[in-house]
């Protein structure tokens, strides 16, 4: 606001002994301190602002500029007292305070209480102007000054409401692929809540996935009557026409959509992909892209579906661009280069167009038998060089069973190198991780990396680790055989007066079993043969004279089990010398 001087008027000369009355009001304070502010007079800005409270104090815009100026002379705690009665007493929909308030805890040093305010803040207004200051003042508290415990909080309440709302409307069932329990337990929840529009529009398709296609038609119909623009039940029910009635007709229905673009992100997506579903790919294209201009950040989904669109309908240059773009975040590297290298190999056959899935991680469940045999070759120079099974890797971390899961970590380990040990610690970040698994990874980043720090997720928060606090002796505690038989190992030794090989013998059970997990199917037989063949194995190293009927004595085992227990530790960890 461009502030206006009062003037005198002429006709006062002369009539000196006369008073004009002139009214100060709100309005007037303020153009008084925005122009001490633009002359940097801080301590006139700050009178002229409390007098704009003095005369409109339910106008909570005046005492967020006061507590602005006191922020800005380093009166951080008096601003601090100005936004919480602002808060309390004037108006508590008065968002902006809390990111006021952050500010002003931060420059205190008072980061958890800076951190709890941006989360309110961005938590209350998602679209709020300032919201980017907000997302890079967030970063800096959890990078630069630790913290993250209201973080952690924050999103455990959020995937607590997430959970909660994808129970009542059916979408865990849908996500994981369970159609049939879907149908069962959706169609109990609209009974319970008839008016649960979501849970309809989900059961709807629960019943198209298990083909009761009739049945889905019906349900996005009843929703429609309900709700004739619900954009949900809309592009469902486009979608069952085209595999009920074929191309044409989806075309023709999904025509009168196109000049529609939904102003929510996750409408706008949905309609996008559902052209994308009945093959209007262009007009998917386009969607996508115009969802882009709008986003400031596009996430990987988005990027990778406005590839997909494009390769889909031919234009090959603007999926290349894209899904170039893609392969600058190191998560989805390999995934982008896997795409990449499809379009290169189309171009070179020919092809005018594509056919990509919009679900960007299909195409790596095609490598997944791929990997688990590569997994056994232990081929590392080439796993290094191979964004494909890389792309696997990532894939089977996730959705692989346990002991596949201890393959690709194992694999991993033995990359070794920056994106590797990134994707073991996403993987500790990662909610409900088996503790066997949460150990082997814990053990797997104190072997290769250079960060003695990890973050681990646990009961729905991320707590932070000291590597050097993980000791070496914790894979005991992944199989309860494994502690068994180190202590009646140990036991032996005392008894014998061998205490001063202890540690080694320790040592080479627990690289056995760092070298074992990746293979082993947890039946681990009598724990007084692999007793008995680790000892076996470390005195003849050291030069100590034992007998296979000794220990075969002392633990009550045959000697050949002893002596082929002893043969298994030994080759393993031979083979694994000679890789080093």
Known sequence: MKPVSPKRSSNLQGHSNKVIPFQQTADYFHERGLEYLRRNDLHRALRAFQRTVEADPNNPANHCNVAGILAELGQFTDSIAVLEKVLQEVDPDMSECYFYLANNYAHLGQYDLAEEYILRYLDVCPDGEYVLEAEEMLDLLLEEFGGGQAYSRYEAEQEEQERAAALRDGRHLLEQGKF?????????????EPENIAARNNLSLAYFYTGQTEKALKMAEEVLTQQPDNLHALCNYGVYIKQQWGQEAAVEYFSKFEPVFPLNYDLAMKLATTYGLVGMHVQAMRCFLTI?????????????????????????????????????????????????????EAEQEGYKKVNISYQYDIPVQLQYVEMRRRLKEMDVETWRDDPIFRASLQWGLIHGNQQTKFSILFALSQIGDDVAEKMVRQFLREQ?????????????????????????????????????????????????????????????????????????????????????????????????????????????????????RELSEAFEVSSTSIRKASQRIEQLLLQNVQKE
């Open 292 to 344: 882009a201009r709008f986003t400031i950040d596009p996430d990987v989904i988005l990027i990778h579906s406005i590839a997909a669109a494009a390769a889909n309908a031919g234009y090959f240059a603007t999926a290349k661009r894209w899904w170039t773009k893609l392969s600058k975040d190191e998560k989805m590297y390999q995934m982008a280069e896997y795409y990449l290298r499809v379009l290169s």
């Open 180 to 192: 049939e329990e879907a149908v069962e337990w959706l169609e109990r929840m609209i009974v319970k």
């Open 432 to 548: 409900d991780v088996e503790e066997e698994l949460r150990i082997y990874s814990l053990l797997l980043l104190k072997h290769i990396s250079k960060v003695n720090f990890v973050e681990i997720r646990h009961n729905h928060q991320l707590q932070r680790l000291s590597l050097t606090d993980v000791q070496e002796d914790i894979i005991l505690q992944v199989n309860r055989y494994y502690q068994e038989v180190w202590s009646l190992a140990e036991l032996w030794l005392f008894r014998q007066g061998y205490q001063n090989i202890h540690g080694l013998v320790k040592k080479t059970w627990l690289k056995y079993l760092y070298l074992r997990l990746p293979e082993d199917d947890k039946k681990i037989g009598k724990i007084g043969i692999w007793a008995g063949g680790l000892l076996y194995l470390v005195l003849r190293y050291e030069g100590i004279s034992v007998t296979l």
